[in-house]
């Protein structure tokens, strides 16, 4: 026996995360697709006043059902329902410390032995982790070569897995591909009331105008969930809040697997303050959106391949040591990531300046390979 008794299937295996370094070491942190502008003065004074009476009722539990907290959420989802729909209901949303909490809240409820979770690679690499933590069978389908979703082939693999969930992030990290809509509907049919479809939208904000979000399918599929952050485009990424939008029944199932009180007291007050001012924190989205075009162009014309992207991310390619290309941009000061099939990487949209820093560092390096 060796110590700690850890679980068989655990041993050995690292935590998931990417490389922390500090500001002197890498100046130009373009690796964890935050938002890269911070709040403002008149911001931080009220979340502070916020989190300061917060603190005199500290004695007491939160509010386990964070009341006010999906009132604000749902007020702030409806934004993105069809003309035609009623606004999304505080009883459709529910919320956890990230969206990370709210996924693996989600597998406890409708994942565990037995059942099966499916998704479709390359994609966000927690996704087999929440399976492996809820014992849950994951099956990983393949994207098209251009990383879309090909319908059929999804639609086949759910046929044959009959999974339990089905997560599938719009637009998808790490290649920012959005789901075509229709998808949304098939795979929900196909699912019927064995299945749960998961539209993981946590870079939800920076789609492409014309790509519609799937909270506009919600009346129609009670079978469908659609997860969002306040870690991205909302420049909250330190406060750890994510929520989700789905049918009510759909969240009264995970209040039966979240630890009491899992909300503090402190980040549901933040959170408040920090929606209040949401007209500034989505202020820059327009923004990042345009850099992230000009990105994907001038990479573009680098000669070489890069994604189509509805986030605020660009993976490009196709390196033959993709390892020495980030160790070198590393070398100047511009982290990226290094993640996504092989050959490619993976870099967040920052500010002018810090873009800036990263084309002059990345034509350093394709200057000393000759080519790209
Ligand atoms: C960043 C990210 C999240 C957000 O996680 P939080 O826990 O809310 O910070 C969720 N899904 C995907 C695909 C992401 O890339």
Redesign the pocket.
Same mark, same amino acid.
């Given at each position: 026996m060796t110590f700690p008794p850890l679980r068989e299937e655990l041993r050995g295996l690292a935590p998931y995360g990417a490389p922390q370094l500090s500001l002197e070491q890498a100046p130009v942190q373009l690796n964890t +697709?935050e938002n890269p502008y911070g709040p403002s003065e008149a911001c931080v004074a009220d979340i502070a006043a916020a989190a300061a009476e917060a603190a005199r009722g500290l004695n007491r539990y939160p509010d386990r059902e964070h009341v006010a907290l999906r009132e604000a959420l749902a007020d702030y989802l409806s934004r993105d329902v069809a003309a035609d729909q009623e606004p999304i209901s505080p009883a459709q949303v529910w919320a956890a410390n990230? %969206? +990370?909490?709210v =996924?693996l809240q989600l597998l406890q409820a409708f994942g565990g032995p037995g059942r099966t979770v499916v998704s479709f690679a390359p994609t *966000?690499s =927690?996704y087999p982790e929440y399976a492996r933590d809820t014992h849950s069978r994951f099956v990983a389908g393949r994207r098209a070569e251009d990383f879309t979703l090909d319908v059929d082939a999804a639609l086949g693999l759910v046929r044959t897995e009959r999974p339990s969930l089905v997560l599938l992030?719009s637009p998808n990290?790490p290649t920012g591909t959005a789901l075509e809509p229709e998808v949304v509907g098939v795979l929900c049919e196909a699912l019927g009331e064995d299945g749960l479809l998961v539209v993981?939208e !946590? *870079?939800g904000e920076f789609r492409r105008s014309g790509t519609p979000s799937a909270i506009e399918l919600l009346p129609a599929y009670p079978n469908l969930v659609v #997860?969002r #952050? =306040? %870690?991205?485009a909302f420049a909250g !990424?330190g406060l750890?809040?994510?929520y989700l939008a789905a049918d009510p029944r759909i969240c009264d199932a995970i209040r039966v697997v979240r630890l009491p009180y899992h909300l503090s007291a402190v980040s549901q007050a933040v959170a408040l303050a920090a929606l209040r001012h949401r007209e500034e924190l989505l202020g820059r989205v327009d923004e990042l959106r345009r850099e992230r075009d000009e990105t994907v162009v001038w990479l573009r014309d680098r000669g070489l391949d890069v994604a189509d992207s509805d986030a605020n991310f660009a993976l490009f390619g196709t390196f033959p040591d993709r390892h020495a290309v980030w160790q070198r941009l590393l070398d100047q000061g511009v982290l990226v990531r290094e993640v996504g099939p092989e050959g490619w990487l993976r870099v967040s949209i920052g500010t002018p300046a810090e873009m800036t820093a990263f084309r002059e560092a990345l034509d350093v390096v394709l200057d000393e390979s000759g080519s790209k």
């Open positions: +697709n990230g %969206s +990370n909490e =996924m *966000y =927690m992030p990290n993981d !946590a *870079y #997860t #952050t =306040m %870690s991205k !990424a750890r809040l994510g």
